[in-house]
C-alpha cells in the first residue's frame, strides 16, 4: 500500500462526508459504498463508507483492506449501469475468495450506488452538527419499492406503512431493518449519521499541539483556547478547527458548551485553571480533563470550599484528574495517546480496558426489537 493510498484509506469520517460534498458540488461521478449488514465478525460495522470516483480514486475503507480493491473494480460497473446494488462477501470460509487470511471472519453486505442528491440533505445535516437518519431500501419484494429508494429525516416518498415502521424501530446504532408490507417485505437499513463530538482544549502550551493533532484523527472537532490572547495563537494552532482567545471568567461566554463537548484544562496554570473549572462545573460537558496531579484538584476543591463554592458529588464524577489513561510514557505524544484515548473512551462509553479482559463484543451491535 502506497502512502497515498494509506492516507485515502484511514482519512476521519469527516474528511469522507467533506469529499462526498466535493463531489455532489461538482457534480462528478462516484460510487459510494456503505456497510449495511454484518454478521459475524468485522473490521468495521453498519455504516462504514467508502466513495470511489474516476477523478479521486477511492476514499476511506469498509474493512481493513480486505474488499477495498474489489469495491473498486465493482465502482465501474455500478457508475455505467446507473443503478444501486448489494453484493454479499463472504470472508467465514476456508475457500478464501476476496483475500489471504483476511480474518474479518464474517459475512458483509455491501451497499453499492451511484452518489447522487439524495444524500446531500444528510451530509448538509452533518456540517451543521445535527444528528440525521438515512433510511435506504436494500432489498425489495414489493411492488412500487426499490433497492436504492430513500428517505432522509427532511426528505423522502417511501410507502406511509415503511416510514412508520422505520420510525417505529427506533435506531440508535446503523443496521437493517425488515419492513413487513401489504405488498411484500422491504429491507431498509436505517443509517444513523452521527456529526463529530467537540474536544475544547483549553491552554496554549507545547503540549497541545500532539493533543490537537490525534484528536482531529480520530473525529472530534477541535477548539483551542488561549488565555490573555496567547500571540500568535492561530500560527501556532494551524489545524484547529477554531482558536478562542479569552479569559478564564469569560469561558463559558466565549464558547459554546453542551452535552456533545469534551474538555481538556491544561494551561498550567492554578488559578487559571480553577477558574476554567467552576465555569465549566456550570455547563453539559460530560467530560473534564484536568492536568495535573490528584493533589493539586484537592487544593482546587480546598479553594472553592473556602470561597463558599459547593461542588456536588455527582458534577466531580465528570472531572478526571490526572487526566488520560494508564498507558505509562511521558513524552509529548505518548501523553497525548493518553489523554485523546480516554476522552474517546467517554464519548464511547468505554472504561478504555484492555479489550482481552471484555466479556463484551468490540463494537456496539445493534440488536432488532
Excluded at 453542551?258 to 487559571?272: C, E, L, R, W
Amino acid at each position: 500500500m502506497t502512502e497515498t493510498e494509506r492516507s485515502e484509506w484511514s482519512v476521519p469520517e469527516r474528511e469522507l462526508m467533506a469529499h462526498v460534498r466535493d463531489r455532489l458540488d461538482a457534480d462528478e461521478p462516484a460510487m459510494v459504498a456503505t456497510v449495511v449488514d454484518v454478521e459475524g465478525s468485522a473490521y468495521r460495522r453498519p455504516g462504514a463508507k467508502m466513495v470511489v470516483s474516476p477523478s479521486k480514486g477511492g476514499v476511506g475503507a469498509i474493512t481493513a483492506g480486505c474488499l477495498e480493491s474489489e469495491v473498486r473494480q465493482l465502482a465501474e460497473q455500478v457508475l455505467d449501469d446507473g443503478e444501486p446494488t448489494v453484493k454479499t462477501f463472504d470472508l467465514t470460509g476456508d475457500d478464501d475468495v476476496w483475500g489471504f487470511g483476511v480474518g474479518c471472519n464474517g459475512i458483509i453486505d455491501v451497499l453499492l450506488e451511484p452518489l447522487d442528491e439524495s444524500i446531500r440533505p444528510a451530509v448538509e445535516a452533518y456540517e451543521r452538527g445535527e444528528e440525521t437518519t438515512v433510511a435506504t431500501v436494500v432489498a425489495s419484494d414489493a411492488d412500487g419499492v426499490s433497492v436504492g429508494d430513500r428517505a432522509t429525516d427532511e426528505s423522502g416518498d417511501f410507502p406511509d406503512e415503511v416510514e412508520a415502521a422505520i420510525r417505529a424501530a427506533d435506531v440508535e446504532k446503523s443496521r437493517t431493518v425488515d419492513v413487513e408490507t401489504d405488498a411484500g417485505t422491504v429491507s431498509v437499513f436505517v443509517d444513523r449519521i452521527v456529526p463529530p463530538a467537540e474536544l475544547v482544549v483549553v491552554g496554549s502550551g507545547h503540549d497541545v499541539s500532539p493533543i490537537v493533532d490525534l484528536a482531529l484523527n480520530v473525529d472530534f472537532r477541535v477548539t483551542v483556547v488561549t488565555f490573555r490572547g496567547a500571540d500568535g495563537a492561530k500560527e501556532r494552532f494551524p489545524d484547529a478547527d477554531r482558536v478562542v482567545a479569552t479569559s478564564p471568567r469569560s469561558l463559558a461566554d466565549d464558547v459554546t458548551f453542551d452535552a456533545n463537548t469534551y474538555v481538556v484544562v491544561m494551561s498550567h496554570n492554578f488559578i487559571d485553571d480553577r477558574l476554567a473549572l467552576e465555569s465549566l462545573l456550570e455547563t453539559d460537558v460530560p467530560y473534564i480533563g484536568m492536568m495535573g496531579p490528584k493533589e493539586r484538584f484537592e487544593e482546587m476543591l480546598e479553594a472553592f470550599e473556602e470561597e463558599g463554592v459547593e461542588i456536588p458529588a455527582a458534577d466531580r464524577e465528570n472531572v478526571y484528574t490526572p487526566v488520560g489513561l494508564d498507558l505509562g510514557g511521558g513524552a509529548p505524544y505518548q501523553v497525548a495517546h493518553s489523554v485523546v484515548g480516554e476522552a474517546l473512551a467517554v464519548r464511547n462509553g468505554r472504561s478504555g480496558s484492555h479489550l482481552r479482559e471484555g466479556t463484551k463484543s468490540v463494537h456496539d451491535r445493534a440488536t432488532a426489537e
